[in-house]
């Protein structure tokens, strides 16, 4: 039994006063393995820091950091 796949962050779930998602090193990779079971990942390559950034911009995140091997997602929050 598999267990829950993952998703996306969503950068509405962002907040004004907290526009930053952290997405750790598992879940990056998960994420990337999920989507391409065909060639999967055990460490954050360039080739997934490629897709993982592609897929962001897709979401609609502003910008994506990574700090080792996890991403830090910001999403442009605006009130109103």
Request: net charge negative.
């Amino acid at each position: 039994m598999a267990g829950r796949p993952y998703e996306f962050p969503d950068p509405k779930d962002q907040s004004v006063n907290n526009p930053h998602r952290l997405v750790e090193r598992e879940a990056v990779l998960a994420l990337f393995n999920q989507a391409n079971p065909e060639n999967t990942y055990t460490n954050v390559s360039e080739t997934v820091r490629s897709w993982f950034e592609a897929e962001a911009k897709k979401y609609k995140w502003t910008s994506v950091t990574f700090v080792d091997q996890a991403a830090v997602l910001v999403a442009t929050v605006t009130l109103g």
